[in-house]
C-alpha cells in the first residue's frame, strides 16, 4: 500500500511539473505572439503617419494626399486619446492647413511607442515566469524521481532533502533596446515597401517596353513603304501643286511615330537615357509654340512664364519633352473654356525620395521641378496612384502620369502630385538641378 501512495505521489509530482511548464510556455508565446501583431500593426501606422508628416513638410496650401492618410489613421486609432490627436491634425489640414499639425501626429506616434512598452514589459514578464516555472518544474521532477527510486528499492518514504535556498538565479539579461528595435524594424518595412512597389513598376514598364519593342518592329517596314510612297508621289506632283505641303505633313507625322516609339523605349528602361545639360527656359519654348494655339482655339489660358537663367538640369531632352507633353495634355483635356493651364519652372526643396531606388538625395543636393498646374476639378485616386495602365478618362492610356513619373526617377529625380490652392492640380516633375553647359564646348 505504501508503495502504491509513493508511485502516486510521484506521477502527481510529474505531473504537476509538466502542466506548469506548459502553461508558463503558453503564457510566454501568447505574450509575445500579441508583442508581434502590435508591433506589425504599429509599424504599418507609424510608416502611414511618417509619410503624412512629409507631406504636409512638402505640401503648399491644402494637403489633400496628407489629409487622406490622417483620415484612414483616425479609423484604425486604439484609444480616445489618439483619435482625438489625429482628428485635430485632420482639421488643421482640411481648414487650409497649420503649424500643428505634424506635431499632433507626433503625440500621436508617442502614444504608439507607449503601447509597445507596456507589450515588452509584458513579454518580459512571461520570459520571467517562465524561468521561474521551469526552476519549479525541476524542481518537482527531481522530488517525483526521488519517490518513484524510493518505491522500487521498497524502502519507506525517503526525507524530502533539505532545500538550501532557491536554485541561483540565472544571470540578469538587460532588457532590449525597443526604441532602436522599432526603428530598424520600420526602416525594414519601408525598405520591403519600397522594393514592392519598384518591383511592380519596373514589371509594368518592362511589359509595356516590351510592348513598344515589338510595335516598333512591326511598325518599321510600313512606315518605311509609307514614306517612301509619300516621297514618290511629290516627285511625280513637282514642285508647283499644292498636295506637297499636305504630303510633307504626313512625312513629318509619321518620321514624329517612330521617334516616340523609340522615347519610348527609353522611359521604360530598354534603352538608356542620352543625358547632357539643358536650360529649362529652352524646354518651356516648344511646349508654348505648340500648345498656345490649341488652347486658345478652346478659350483656354496656356502661359509658360520664363525660367530663372541658372535654371538647367542634366536629362535626355526628348524624354523630358515628352513628359511634359504627357503632363500638359492631361492638364488640357480637365480644363473648361475660361479656365488656365501654366507651365512654369520652380526652385524647390529636396525631395524625401528620389530615383528609381527611392534613395535620401545627396546632402546639399539642388532641384529644379517643372509644374504643370490646372483650374480643373483636382486630381482622382486614380491619378494619384500613378500606376501604369490606370486611367479615368474614357479614351485615356493610363500611361500619362506613370510615364512622367518614370522618366523623372530615371534621372534621379521624382513626381509629386499636390492640389491646387484655389482648385484643380499642380504636377510637378521634380530633377537635379545641373552645372550650366560651357559656351563653345
Aim: charged share 20%; net charge neutral.
Amino acid at each position: 500500500m505504501r508503495r502504491a501512495l509513493f508511485f502516486l505521489f510521484a506521477v502527481i509530482l510529474a505531473g504537476a511539473a509538466l502542466a506548469t511548464q506548459v502553461l508558463a510556455s503558453r503564457r510566454a508565446v501568447d505574450a509575445r505572439r500579441v508583442l508581434v501583431s502590435e508591433l506589425s500593426a504599429t509599424l504599418g501606422r507609424a510608416r502611414t503617419l511618417d509619410v503624412a508628416a512629409q507631406q504636409i513638410r512638402a505640401e503648399t496650401g491644402t494637403a489633400r494626399p496628407a489629409a487622406a492618410l490622417v483620415a484612414e489613421a483616425v479609423a484604425t486609432a486604439r484609444s480616445a486619446r489618439e483619435r482625438a490627436q489625429l482628428t485635430q491634425s485632420l482639421t488643421c489640414l482640411t481648414d487650409g492647413g497649420c503649424a500643428d499639425a505634424a506635431g499632433s501626429i507626433a503625440r500621436a506616434q508617442e502614444g504608439d511607442r507607449e503601447t509597445l512598452a507596456a507589450l515588452w514589459a509584458d513579454v518580459e514578464a512571461a520570459e520571467k515566469a517562465l524561468k521561474e516555472a521551469t526552476f519549479l518544474a525541476a524542481g518537482l521532477l527531481v522530488l517525483g524521481l526521488l519517490a518513484g527510486f524510493g518505491t522500487s528499492r521498497g524502502a519507506g518514504v525517503p526525507g524530502p532533502a533539505p532545500v538550501e535556498g532557491p536554485p541561483p538565479a540565472e544571470p540578469s539579461v538587460a532588457a532590449p533596446d525597443t526604441t532602436a528595435l522599432e526603428e530598424m524594424l520600420r526602416h525594414r518595412l519601408e525598405a520591403l515597401y519600397r522594393a514592392r512597389s519598384q518591383l511592380g513598376d519596373n514589371a509594368r514598364f518592362a511589359a509595356f517596353g516590351e510592348l513598344a519593342a515589338a510595335l516598333s518592329h512591326g511598325l518599321k517596314t510600313p512606315l518605311a513603304g509609307v514614306l517612301a510612297s509619300v516621297q514618290l508621289a511629290q516627285l511625280k506632283l513637282g514642285d508647283g501643286n499644292a498636295a506637297r505641303a499636305e504630303l510633307d505633313e504626313v512625312i513629318r507625322l509619321t518620321e514624329g511615330l517612330s521617334e516616340q516609339v523609340q522615347r519610348f523605349l527609353r522611359a521604360s528602361g530598354q534603352v538608356g537615357p542620352q543625358r547632357q545639360p539643358v536650360r529649362c527656359a529652352e524646354v518651356l519654348e516648344p511646349l508654348a509654340s505648340t500648345y498656345s494655339p490649341e488652347a486658345a482655339h478652346r478659350g483656354v489660358t496656356f502661359t509658360c512664364p520664363p525660367a530663372a537663367p541658372d535654371a538647367w538640369v542634366e536629362v535626355d531632352p526628348s524624354l523630358l519633352d515628352m513628359a511634359l507633353r504627357n503632363l500638359v495634355e492631361n492638364a488640357l483635356a480637365v480644363v473648361r473654356r475660361g479656365q488656365a493651364v501654366t507651365v512654369s519652372v520652380e526652385d524647390r526643396p529636396a525631395p524625401p525620395r528620389v530615383g528609381l531606388d527611392a534613395s535620401a538625395p545627396p546632402p546639399g543636393q539642388r532641384f529644379w521641378a517643372f509644374v504643370v498646374g490646372d483650374q480643373g476639378p483636382g486630381l482622382p485616386d486614380a491619378a494619384r496612384r500613378v500606376e501604369a495602365g490606370a486611367t479615368t478618362r474614357a479614351q485615356g492610356s493610363g500611361l500619362g502620369l506613370a510615364i512622367a513619373r518614370r522618366v523623372a526617377e530615371r534621372h534621379d529625380g521624382t513626381l509629386i502630385l499636390e492640389d491646387r490652392p484655389g482648385g484643380g492640380s499642380r504636377v510637378s516633375l521634380v530633377l537635379p538641378a545641373a552645372q550650366p553647359a560651357q559656351e563653345g564646348a
